[in-house]
């Protein structure tokens, strides 16, 4: 049947269902996509070049005897293949994304604008010193601004994305300990945790012990004291943790675990919920990574490539990595390079995290975001980002299941867990399926791991009041469909995606990453 939705627009309904198949198989702006290898052939080329002329090759044995095997496509061909593609894609200039944890705010393009400045983007990691002051003294900036706004006195710029400032925060640790002739051997990690946590401890070669939640969705306090003694090196945790809940008892949780000689390292992941708001240096965390691509707004996911720069606290302010940047008593700005030259912090460094400095074009945009906000602005964004996650989590509560609503207010993001829809058939992967033909990317489903069935909403502070309703409203309407049988509507989807469902067991556990030579036109 078709009707009006909430906009007056007429649905499609049943049409689809009477529509005719296309002849191209493309339905209107949704075009069917081939791989490039079934578009182009080996034998094609996409440029013409003169034959070369060589007496000798200098290849010797190494060159090559069969053609390569790369489909050979025009430039239109080329650039219509890959926006066929793009345009699958999801992405946040399309709609919300409510991928928890993963804070998919919108990326001005003010960022861009002053990423795209040649002083920027048109450097070279190895130019003389001199030629990129302005560059260096932008990572000094960002930096300085770091360091304020976590209330830390040092940070590594260089790690390049969350699990990487984990590792490198982890390493720094580690060295404390060693430097102390105190190698010890196991890290505590809530249960909670997002698993880039225990991966990390375990590849600083630690023991992984976890610590049960308590019924609120915080770190067990009790439970966690009780593992504390003489071989626990530190505690990965996050705060706001993963159940979008505030870990209230940090300064009681950093005390005890300095008091056994430990170190306290902080997911920061999540530093968007209280930036301007709380500075974890004055709870006595010792080492934080801070997502740009997420607190500060720089695109991730498809759509660029994450930066992790670390805080520290003064005890470990010595361990960090190289390089770094500081300003020179001349007023120029000098990448400092070799352990011996430093001096103070970084003088018992772990070593060096990457070849060059981190990433410059994450750094640009981070700041064109910092300063256009000022401390003030910041502060809001953290209050309207916990502000929209409430309206959702107290929009929601009623029809999904909230097992932690009870808890008091959220911080940053709604988590959900399955047990609304016992006895219904579904699951939550076929709610987060349902929602793709909504238009919607789902949330973040099955983690954390401490509900069943967990769905964690994040909604950000870009969203308007509208959109918010709009999410609200299609969520609304799926819960009232699972209660109401509609199973196929469930177990069915995706119906509008280009693929449909797919095996997602098959396909992480026998990914089929290369073309089979034998489909080579
Ligand atoms: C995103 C995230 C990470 C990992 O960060 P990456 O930049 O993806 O490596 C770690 N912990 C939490 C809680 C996160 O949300």
Known sequence: MSGMNRQGRETRGDALAEAPETISGNRALQLNEPLSFEI?????????????????????????????????????????????????????????????????????????????????????????QGTVQGALQLIVELADWLKALTGMPEVAMSPKAGAHGELCGMLAIRAAHEANGDPRKTVLVPES???????????????????????????????????????VAGIMITNPNTCGLFERDMIEI??????????????????????????????????????????????????????????????????????????ASDGQY?????????SGSHGESFGRMV??????????????????????????????????ANYILRQLEGVLTAPFAGSGPCMHEALFSDAWMKGSGLSTLDVAKAMIDEGYHPMTMYFPL???????????????????????????GLAAAVKDGETERFKGAPFYAPLRRLDETQAARKPRLTRMHDEAA
Do not use: W
Request: aromatic share 6%.
């Open 334 to 342: 000098e990448l400092i390079e070799e352990e011996q030259a430093a």
């Open 40 to 128: 182009g052939s080996r034998t094609r080329t996409g440029v013409d070049l003169p034959e070369a002329e060589l007496e000798t090759s200098r290849l010797g044995g190494l060159a090559r005897t069969e053609p390569m095997d790369v489909p050979g496509l025009s430039e239109p061909e080329t650039m219509r293949h890959f926006t066929r593609l793009s345009r699958m894609n999801y992405a946040i200039d399309m709609g919300l994304f409510p991928l928890g944890s993963c804070t998919m705010k919108h990326n001005p393009r003010l960022n861009e604008k002053a990423a795209r400045m040649k002083g920027f983007a048109d450097i070279h990691p190895l130019q003389p």
């Open 193 to 231: 945790a997002h698993g880039t946590n225990p991966a990390t401890a375990a590849f600083c070669g630690y023991d992984v012990d976890s610590i049960p939640a308590t019924a609120e969705g915080r770190v067990d306090l009790e439970a966690l004291k009780g593992k504390l003694g003489p071989h």
């Open 355 to 388: 070849a060059f400095h981190g990433q410059m074009g994450m750094f640009v945009r981070a700041l064109a975001y910092i300063k256009s906000h000022g401390a003030d602005g910041l502060k809001q964004v953290a209050e309207d980002a916990v502000l929209n």
């Open 450 to 476: 401490v509900v069943d069935g967990a769905m964690l909403v994040e909604p950000t502070e870009t969203e308007s009041k509208a959109d918010l309703d709009q999410f609200i409203h299609v969520l609304r």
């Open 254 to 327: 950093c005390k005890a675990v300095h008091e056994a000689g430990g170190y306290v390292y902080c997911d920061g992941a999540n530093f968007n919920a209280i930036v301007g708001k709380v500075r974890p240096g004055d709870l006595g965390i010792d080492a934080m990574h801070i997502n740009l691509h997420k607190t500060f707004s720089t695109p991730h996911g498809g759509g660029g490539p994450g930066s992790g720069p670390v805080v520290f606290s003064s005890r470990l302010a010595p361990y960090a990595p190289l390089p770094f940047v500081r300003k």
